[in-house]
């Protein structure tokens, strides 16, 4: 199985702040994909194959990475994005989840 | 509009069986693998099983595997989730997701509560 570990765990950040979460995997994944989830609701597809945004996604969300090390980045936060962010990898079953970052607005 | 509309939740005591649907609408189900991903309140997201659009692949995660069983019906548009042997730490808000042929787990239902508790 192919652990994620994604950090930070929680963080704040102020309006027009610069914000990046990183992700981390046991063993080489192919691509890495990440999801929004607002409280309440169901997870959203937020970047996939490592870089591509998904329909609606602001172009101030970036997504990077290779092998082992991927991440999401926000080039100026704005209230909206406040909220929990999680990485998937689905090179090799069984599909794991990173344990998620909180992004919260100061 | 695609549309995934999990039933069957509830409470349910350990040890018990308890089985999820998924009815799927907007698209053509038959072209498509499903999922099942969970949450336990407060928690993150786990994967729990996949089926392949004509049900030849399924894998789970090494939680469940042995005690759910995912299956499709593509006469029905339907997805399921049978759950035996049901333990406190299975409690979780359970969606179903389509594997999109571009995008992961690209449409999410709203999600059905199971509750294990005596």
């Known amino acids: 199985e192919i652990v994620l570990t994604q950090s930070p765990t929680t963080m704040a950040a102020s309006p027009g702040e610069k914000v990046t979460i990183t992700c981390r995997a046991s063993s080489s994944v192919s691509y890495m994909h990440w999801f929004q989830q607002k409280s309440g609701t169901s997870p959203k597809p937020w970047i996939y194959?490592?870089?591509k945004l998904a329909s609606g996604v602001p172009d101030r969300f970036s997504g990077s990475g290779s092998g082992t090390s991927y991440s999401l980045t926000i080039s100026s936060m704005e209230a909206e994005d406040a909220a929990t962010y999680y990485c998937l990898q689905r090179s090799s079953y069984p599909l794991t989840f990173g344990s998620g970052t909180k992004l919260e607005i100061k | 509009e695609v549309q995934l509309v999990e039933s069957g939740g509830g409470l349910v005591q350990p040890g018990r069986s308890l089985k999820l649907s998924c009815v799927a609408s907007?698209?053509?189900?038959?072209?498509?693998?499903m999922n099942w991903i969970r949450q336990a309140p407060g928690k993150g997201l786990e994967w729990v099983a996949y089926i392949s659009s004509g049900s030849s692949y399924i894998y789970y995660a090494e939680t469940v595997k042995g005690r759910f069983t995912i299956s499709r019906d593509n006469a029905k548009n339907t997805l399921y989730l049978q759950m035996t042997s049901l333990r406190s730490e299975d409690t979780a808000l359970y969606y179903c997701?389509?594997?999109?042929?571009?995008?992961?787990?690209?449409?999410w239902g709203q999600g059905v509560m199971v509750t294990v508790s005596s």
């Open positions: 997701a389509r594997d999109g042929a571009a995008i992961p787990l690209d449409y």
């Open positions: 907007g698209f053509t189900f038959s072209n498509y693998g």
């Open positions: 194959d490592t870089s």
